[in-house]
């Protein structure tokens, strides 16, 4: 048996529940956007969900909250969890502890996470009880409003808090890996600390930050539980928007929700391309 044949026999489980089950759910919710599903009588394939979802400004405002989303959580966590793997790669006392203390959230669900951002930073949480009985605020409806906010500003707080570790786990280990040498040699010839980073380490941890990075910017740009709890009503995150149209009443509107979930996978993939490349340029320069 010659190795390519191993190699394809050892992933053909795991290509089977791929093929299987995303592309048959992309393929079927695919055709359900085009109103086009036989076993129901719908034979005639069209693109006027799609057109009714370029025409929704709803769509659009939605669009603009859930890239704002994505890119800002994602840009802050880079950029913490870069810092916070520079400072655990040190030896320090108690550097045992403040590690597994780091990454202790990665056990929490995002569930729980929002339930807890939730209780803290809404008008009715703790601190905004606590701010109102110190006299910082008249009464806790006077807290900023950080939940249900247009800015989104409850949901970054809680994607920054759950991906900071994730992403910083992976760097610390790539900083591991390397050591200081190249540093310590960058520095010998003259490098300040600043330029040892960033033309030394940073374009050597670079790979990994930005291949965990782009899967922070993929997951919160199609996740649903979390902007479902924490963000506005109007717009909505698309998702929020594609679940709340696929469970209305109207049975007509469930094109649309899956003409949006073909939009959300597409915008996905071309988003990461995109960011892949601009991350790369910018390294570069």
Not at 9 to 18: H, M, V, W
């Amino acid at each position: 048996m010659s190795d390519r044949l191993k190699i394809f026999l050892l992933l053909a489980p795991a290509l089977t529940a791929i093929i299987v089950l995303f592309m048959g759910g992309l393929g079927i919710g695919l055709a359900r956007s085009l109103n086009y599903m036989p076993v129901i009588g719908l034979v005639d394939p069209n693109f006027d969900a799609y057109w009714t979802v370029f025409t929704s400004q709803e769509f659009y405002l939605s669009f603009l909250l859930t890239f704002h989303i994505s890119f800002t959580s994602t840009v802050l966590s880079s950029v913490l969890a870069i810092g916070a793997a520079l400072l655990l790669r040190r030896q320090f006392i108690g550097r045992a502890i403040i590690n597994f203390l780091f990454q202790l959230n990665l056990t929490v669900p995002h569930l729980v996470g929002a339930i807890g951002i939730l209780y803290l930073f809404s008008q009715s949480g703790s601190f905004a009880r606590l701010a109102a009985e110190w006299g910082m605020i008249s009464r806790p409806g006077d807290f900023p409003a950080l939940v249900f906010d247009p800015y989104a500003i409850g949901i970054i707080l809680q994607y920054v808090w759950k991906e900071v570790p994730f992403i910083g786990v992976i760097l610390l280990a790539n900083m591991q890996a390397l050591g200081e040498d190249y540093e310590s040699v960058a520095r010998s010839l003259g490098a300040n600390r600043w330029q040892a980073f960033r033309h030394v380490l940073l374009p050597l941890i670079f790979p990994g930050l930005l291949s965990a990075s782009v899967m922070v910017f993929a997951f919160t740009f199609g996740a649903y539980e979390i902007p479902a709890i924490l963000g506005p009503n109007y717009p909505a995150a698309l998702p929020v928007l594609a679940y709340r149209k696929y469970t209305d009443v109207d049975l007509e509107a469930r094109p649309e929700a899956m003409a949006m979930a073909i939009i959300i996978a597409l915008l996905s993939a071309l988003m990461i391309f995109f960011y892949v490349r601009i991350s790369r340029r910018n390294i570069r320069s």
